[in-house]
Structures are given as structure tokens and as C-alpha cells.
Antibody, heavy 119, light 107 residues
Framework: VQLVESGGGLVKPGGSLRLSCAAS????????MSWIRQAPGKGLEWISY????????NYADSVKGRFTVSRDNAKNSVFLEMNSLRAEDTAVYYC?????????????WGQGTLVTVSS | DIQMTQSPSSLSTSVGDRVTITCRAS??????LNWYQQKPGKSPDLLIY???RLRSGVPSRFSGSGSGAVFTLAIGSLQAEDFAVYYC?????????FGPGTRLEIK
């Protein structure tokens, strides 16, 4: 299983950014995917998941209405569209395979991509 | 939202020691509790899921227990590679909140 995030960078407050996560080594279209972030020197914050087919998604209150998760199963990729970015969105963003069923857990994580929101 | 707490927040220990980390949820989460290990500069790794199920490939010195609202991660005979930050996470309901982490440091 391999997950590779990209798209991070420096953006001004109020700006937008689109993160991508390329997956390989497993049947992507069967898997839920989640995004988790980690502010510098801080703990982990789950922010969103998307179902295997893309029909269902859920967000943390801290990003609801500003972030949108989507996926392209033909390209084995999941995306996080981030709008109206704030300084407090500065973090390393990880995508993770989200195992669902009777048990729920994040069993594979990417290396992360850093988003810095600053003027 | 379900709040997760961990104790201690940090622990200074030695190779060979046995350590226990406690995670508490603000409500009953059955066994929807996972443990992750994060080493400096790396992404988190899943250690234990469903409170007590050891992920394949994780050394047997790691074990998890608990149900309801109180959980423990035990590491028997610490090895040098175990010094890291450990996070619990509830997967009972969204948002899937994490605990604040427990840092294991070398004494």
C-alpha cells in the first residue's frame, strides 16, 4: 500500500489550495479514505472522510463549508479542495486508508504534505 | 463531539521498562478505539485497532485493552525504537477524535 500526497505549499489567508493523494497497492475503489492534519508541534486532527464510491463524505466542524473532499476512482486518487484558508489551517495534511465495516481504523498513511497559510 | 484524554502526557523511561498509557473517552465508545505510533518527522503508524487487536507485523510487546470509556496501551520491555508519541483515536462516531498524545522519552 502506498499513498503519496501532493499540492501543499504557501498560500495567503483567504486563498485556496487543492491537495491530491495518489494511491497504489490496493483496490482503491473499495476503500474509504480520510484526511487528517497535524499543526506544527501539535497532535492529530481528523478532518474528513469519503466513502469508496464517493457518495458519502463527512467533515470536522473546523473545516465544514470550506473544505471539500472528492475522489477519482479511475485515477486512484483522492482530493481535498481547501477554500477560505486561515492561519490555523497551517499543518501537515495526511491522507489515509480508512478501513470500515464492523471495525473502523486508519491502517495506511501517506507521508504528508505541508500547507502554510501566511501573508 | 467525543473528547479523548491520555495520561500521562509524557513519560521518561528506560530501555527494558514496561509502560502503560491510559486513554479515556468522554462517553461509551465500546471497543472503537485505535492506537497509533508516530516517530519524529514520520507519519503515524497503526499499532492496535478495536481496542485490543494487534496489527499484523506489530511486535507482541505491544498490547491493548479496555472497553467502554477507559483503555490502555501497554508496552512490555521497551526497545529503543519504541520512543515515540502515541495517540489513541475513537472511531465510534464522527468526528473521529484523537487523544492529545503521550510522548515516551529516554531517561
Amino acid at each position: 500500500v502506498q499513498l503519496v500526497e501532493s499540492g501543499g505549499g504557501l498560500v495567503k489567508p483567504g486563498g485556496s489550495l487543492r491537495l491530491s493523494c495518489a494511491a497504489s497497492g490496493f483496490t482503491f475503489s473499495d476503500s474509504y479514505m480520510s484526511w487528517i492534519r497535524q499543526a506544527p508541534g501539535k497532535g492529530l486532527e481528523w478532518i474528513s472522510y469519503i466513502s469508496s464510491g464517493g457518495s458519502y463524505s463527512n467533515y470536522a466542524d473546523s473545516v465544514k463549508g470550506r473544505f471539500t473532499v472528492s475522489r477519482d476512482n479511475a485515477k486512484n486518487s483522492v482530493f481535498l479542495e481547501m477554500n477560505s484558508l486561515r492561519a490555523e489551517d497551517t499543518a501537515v495534511y495526511y491522507c489515509a486508508r480508512d478501513r470500515r465495516g464492523r471495525l473502523n481504523y486508519l491502517d495506511s498513511w501517506g507521508q504528508g504534505t505541508l500547507v502554510t497559510v501566511s501573508s | 463531539d467525543i473528547q479523548m484524554t491520555q495520561s500521562p502526557s509524557s513519560l521518561s523511561t528506560s530501555v527494558g521498562d514496561r509502560v502503560t498509557i491510559t486513554c479515556r473517552a468522554s462517553q461509551n465508545i465500546s471497543t472503537y478505539l485505535n492506537w497509533y505510533q508516530q516517530k519524529p518527522g514520520k507519519s503515524p503508524d497503526l499499532l492496535i485497532y478495536a481496542a485490543s487487536r494487534l496489527r499484523s507485523g506489530v511486535p507482541s510487546r505491544f498490547s491493548g485493552s479496555g472497553s467502554g470509556a477507559v483503555f490502555t496501551l501497554a508496552i512490555g520491555s521497551l526497545q529503543a525504537e519504541d520512543f515515540a508519541v502515541y495517540y489513541c483515536q475513537q472511531s465510534f462516531t464522527t468526528p473521529f477524535t484523537f487523544g492529545p498524545g503521550t510522548r515516551l522519552e529516554i531517561k
